[in-house]
C-alpha cells in the first residue's frame, strides 16, 4: 500500500457517491403536483430540472409543512448538482424546528465529505464544525472518518489515528474506519496494531459489495504483511479468504504462490500462478505471474518447459506493450480521451456514477488504477459540471428565440451574454479536458516502462537458461 497519508481514507470518501445524493428524508404525501414532479426529477438524477421546479415552487401558494419540504428538497438538489455554498444557504436559512438533529447533521455530513471531494479543506472544516447534537452510531463513525480524513490532509497524522482509535461499535462506516487505521498502522511499521484492526475488517459479515472488497482487500494486506513477518502459514490463510471472483483475487493468487513458495513447495506455488495466469495480463499480479512460472518450472528441472513458458511471457509481454502504445497514440490524437470524458460527462446523466459510466474497451482497462484516483475524479467531476454548464445556456439561448412577447433587442442582448459566458466555459472545459488528458498519458508511460521492464528480466532469465542448456 504505497500511498501518501493524505490519500490513505480515499476508499472510505469514495464508498459514498456524494453526487448521487440519497436523502433520509421521508417527505410522506405531497399535495402538490409540482413538488412530487421535483422528488421525481430528483430520483432520476435530474437535479437541474428538479431546481427549477422547485424555485417555481417557492412563488406558489403551499402550506406551511410544504414550505419546509420544498427548502430542504431544494437544499439536497442544490448539494446533488455541485452547488454547495447554494445548498449550504438554504439549510442556514430553514428554521430549526423545521429538522431533526440527525437530518441536519446529515446533510452537513453530505456537504462536508462534498466540498472534501472538490478539494475545499477549509470548506470541509466549516460544514463538518456545525455538525452537533445527537447522532446516530453510524453518522457518529461517518463523521470521524471525514475528520481523519482532514487531519491527514494537514500533516497531523498522529492525530488523525487518535481519533480514529475512538471508534466503537459496529456499522459499515465504521468497518471503512478500521481498514484505514489498519492501513496507516501497517505502513508506519505498527503491525500488530495493525493486524488488530484489519482482522476486524477481514472478519466483517456485511453483505453490501463496498464491505465484501474491504473484507478482501484487507485479507490479502494481511496476507503479504505476515509473508513480510516470515509467517507464510498465516499468510496462506489469510490469501485463501479471498474469493477467487473477488477484484482483489489476482493480488491474492500471487500472494499464495509467493507463500507456498517460502514454504519450499514449488508445485504448489505453480498451481497458484497457473491459475493466475489465465487471467487478464493488464493486471500486473498477473504479469508477475507469467514470469514466475518459467522460474519454477527451472526450480523442478522441467528446464525445457521453463523456456517454453519464458517465451509465452515474452510474448503476452509484447502484446500488452503493443496495445499500450497504440492506447498512448489513442491520447495523444485525443481519440481514447474523448472516449473516457464523452461517456462519462453525458448531458443526461447529472449524477456521477464513475463505475457505471466508466467505458469498457480494450484500452480503458489501463485507466483503472488512475480512475481509482482522488486527482483524476476530481478532475473529471469538474469537466463534467463545466460541460452541463454549456449545454445549459445553449438551452436557454434557444429558450430565448422562442419567446413570442420579447423584442429583438431583449433577445440579443441576453444572447449575447449567454455567449460569452459559453465562450469562458468552453475555454475552461478545454483547460480541464487537457488535463486529464496528462492524467492519462502519465499512467500509460508509467505502465509502458514497467512492461518494459519486465520484458528486460524475462529476456535476462531466459538467456540464463540458453547458457544452461548450453553448457550440459
Given at each position: 500500500?504505497?500511498?501518501?497519508?493524505?490519500?490513505?481514507?480515499?476508499?472510505?470518501?469514495?464508498?459514498?457517491?456524494?453526487?448521487?445524493?440519497?436523502?433520509?428524508?421521508?417527505?410522506?404525501?405531497?399535495?402538490?403536483?409540482?413538488?412530487?414532479?421535483?422528488?421525481?426529477?430528483?430520483?432520476?438524477?435530474?437535479?437541474?430540472?428538479?431546481?427549477?421546479?422547485?424555485?417555481?415552487?417557492?412563488?406558489?401558494?403551499?402550506?406551511?409543512?410544504?414550505?419546509s419540504k420544498t427548502e430542504l428538497m431544494l437544499a439536497y438538489?442544490?448539494?446533488?448538482?455541485?452547488?454547495?455554498?447554494?445548498?449550504?444557504?438554504?439549510?442556514?436559512?430553514?428554521?430549526?424546528?423545521?429538522?431533526?438533529?440527525?437530518?441536519?447533521?446529515?446533510?452537513?455530513?453530505?456537504?462536508?465529505?462534498?466540498?472534501?471531494?472538490?478539494?475545499?479543506?477549509?470548506?470541509?472544516?466549516?460544514?463538518?464544525?456545525?455538525?452537533?447534537?445527537?447522532?446516530?452510531?453510524?453518522?457518529?463513525?461517518?463523521?470521524?472518518?471525514?475528520?481523519?480524513?482532514?487531519?491527514?490532509?494537514?500533516?497531523?497524522?498522529?492525530?488523525?489515528?487518535?481519533?480514529?482509535?475512538?471508534?466503537?461499535?459496529?456499522?459499515?462506516?465504521?468497518?471503512?474506519?478500521?481498514?484505514?487505521?489498519?492501513?496507516?498502522?501497517?505502513?508506519?511499521?505498527?503491525?500488530?496494531?495493525?493486524?488488530?484492526?484489519?482482522?476486524?475488517?477481514?472478519?466483517?459479515?456485511?453483505?453490501?459489495?463496498?464491505?465484501?472488497?474491504?473484507?478482501?482487500?484487507?485479507?490479502?494486506?494481511?496476507?503479504?504483511?505476515?509473508?513480510?513477518?516470515?509467517?507464510?502459514?498465516?499468510?496462506?490463510?489469510?490469501?485463501?479468504?479471498?474469493?477467487?471472483?473477488s477484484p482483489f483475487s489476482n493480488r491474492a493468487l500471487w500472494?499464495?504462490?509467493?507463500?507456498?513458495?517460502?514454504?519450499?513447495?514449488?508445485?504448489?506455488?505453480?498451481?497458484?500462478?497457473?491459475?493466475?495466469?489465465?487471467?487478464?495480463?493488464?493486471?500486473?499480479?498477473?504479469?508477475?505471474?507469467?514470469?514466475?512460472?518459467?522460474?519454477?518450472?527451472?526450480?523442478?528441472?522441467?528446464?525445457?518447459?521453463?523456456?517454453?513458458?519464458?517465451?509465452?511471457?515474452?510474448?503476452?509481454?509484447?502484446?500488452?506493450?503493443?496495445?499500450?502504445?497504440?492506447?498512448?497514440?489513442?491520447?495523444?490524437?485525443?481519440?481514447?480521451?474523448?472516449?473516457?470524458?464523452?461517456?462519462?460527462?453525458?448531458?443526461?446523466?447529472?449524477?456521477?456514477?464513475?463505475?457505471?459510466?466508466?467505458?469498457?474497451?480494450?484500452?480503458?482497462?489501463?485507466?483503472?488504477?488512475?480512475?481509482?484516483?482522488?486527482?483524476?475524479?476530481?478532475?473529471?467531476?469538474?469537466?463534467?459540471?463545466?460541460?452541463?454548464?454549456?449545454?445549459?445556456?445553449?438551452?436557454?439561448?434557444?429558450?430565448?428565440?422562442?419567446?413570442?412577447?420579447?423584442?429583438?433587442?431583449?433577445?440579443?442582448?441576453?444572447?449575447?451574454?449567454?455567449?460569452?459566458?459559453?465562450?469562458?466555459?468552453?475555454?475552461?472545459?478545454?483547460?480541464?479536458?487537457?488535463?486529464?488528458?496528462?492524467?492519462?498519458?502519465?499512467?500509460?508511460?508509467?505502465?509502458?516502462?514497467?512492461?518494459?521492464?519486465?520484458?528486460?528480466?524475462?529476456?535476462?532469465?531466459?538467456?540464463?537458461?540458453?547458457?544452461?542448456?548450453?553448457?550440459?
Amino acid at each position: 500500500m504505497r500511498r501518501t497519508l493524505a490519500s490513505a481514507l480515499v476508499l472510505l470518501l469514495q464508498s459514498a457517491s456524494v453526487l448521487a445524493v440519497e436523502t433520509p428524508v421521508k417527505w410522506g404525501e405531497l399535495k402538490s403536483p409540482y413538488l412530487r414532479e421535483a422528488l421525481y426529477d430528483f430520483a432520476q438524477n435530474k437535479y437541474f430540472s428538479a431546481i427549477g421546479h422547485l424555485l417555481a415552487e417557492r412563488w406558489r401558494p403551499a402550506l406551511k409543512p410544504e414550505k419546509s419540504k420544498t427548502e430542504l428538497m431544494l437544499a439536497y438538489s442544490y448539494l446533488a448538482y455541485g452547488m454547495h455554498a447554494d445548498a449550504a444557504t438554504v439549510l442556514q436559512q430553514l428554521p430549526q424546528d423545521a429538522l431533526t438533529d440527525e437530518l441536519r447533521n446529515q446533510f452537513l455530513i453530505e456537504l462536508a465529505m462534498a466540498r472534501y471531494q472538490r478539494g475545499d479543506l477549509l470548506g470541509t472544516i466549516k460544514a463538518a464544525q456545525k455538525i452537533s447534537g445527537d447522532m446516530s452510531t453510524p453518522l457518529r463513525h461517518r463523521k470521524i472518518g471525514l475528520d481523519a480524513s482532514v487531519l491527514l490532509q494537514q500533516k497531523q497524522t498522529d492525530q488523525a489515528l487518535a481519533l480514529l482509535r475512538t471508534l466503537k461499535g459496529d456499522s459499515e462506516w465504521a468497518i471503512f474506519g478500521y481498514y484505514n487505521l489498519g492501513v496507516i498502522l501497517l505502513r508506519d511499521g505498527h503491525r500488530a496494531e495493525a493486524e488488530t484492526w484489519l482482522n476486524k475488517v477481514g472478519n466483517n459479515s456485511y453483505s453490501d459489495p463496498e464491505s465484501r472488497a474491504l473484507r478482501d482487500r484487507a485479507n490479502y494486506i494481511l496476507g503479504f504483511s505476515a509473508l513480510k513477518a516470515q509467517a507464510a502459514l498465516q499468510a496462506k490463510n489469510y490469501f485463501q479468504q479471498v474469493p477467487l471472483d473477488s477484484p482483489f483475487s489476482n493480488r491474492a493468487l500471487w500472494g499464495v504462490g509467493l507463500t507456498f513458495q517460502t514454504l519450499k513447495e514449488p508445485k504448489q506455488a505453480l498451481a497458484a500462478w497457473l491459475e493466475l495466469a489465465k487471467r487478464n495480463a493488464a493486471d500486473r499480479s498477473v504479469l508477475d505471474g507469467l514470469v514466475a512460472i518459467p522460474y519454477v518450472y527451472a526450480q523442478l528441472g522441467a528446464y525445457d518447459q521453463s523456456v517454453k513458458q519464458y517465451r509465452i511471457a515474452l510474448e503476452t509481454i509484447q502484446t500488452e506493450i503493443k496495445h499500450v502504445e497504440a492506447a498512448i497514440e489513442q491520447v495523444r490524437i485525443g481519440g481514447m480521451l474523448n472516449v473516457i470524458v464523452d461517456n462519462i460527462t453525458q448531458a443526461h446523466s447529472e449524477a456521477f456514477n464513475e463505475y457505471q459510466n466508466f467505458p469498457v474497451g480494450p484500452e480503458s482497462r489501463y485507466f483503472a488504477g488512475l480512475y481509482e484516483s482522488h486527482t483524476f475524479q476530481t478532475a473529471l467531476r469538474n469537466y463534467r459540471d463545466l460541460r452541463l454548464m454549456e449545454q445549459q445556456l445553449q438551452r436557454w439561448a434557444s429558450a430565448i428565440y422562442s419567446m413570442e412577447n420579447a423584442s429583438d433587442t431583449f433577445k440579443k442582448v441576453y444572447v449575447d451574454q449567454i455567449a460569452a459566458k459559453q465562450t469562458k466555459l468552453v475555454t475552461a472545459a478545454a483547460e480541464m479536458k487537457q488535463y486529464i488528458g496528462k492524467l492519462a498519458m502519465a499512467e500509460l508511460e508509467n505502465r509502458l516502462a514497467r512492461l518494459r521492464g519486465y520484458t528486460t528480466d524475462a529476456l535476462f532469465k531466459l538467456g540464463q537458461m540458453y547458457d544452461r542448456e548450453s553448457n550440459r
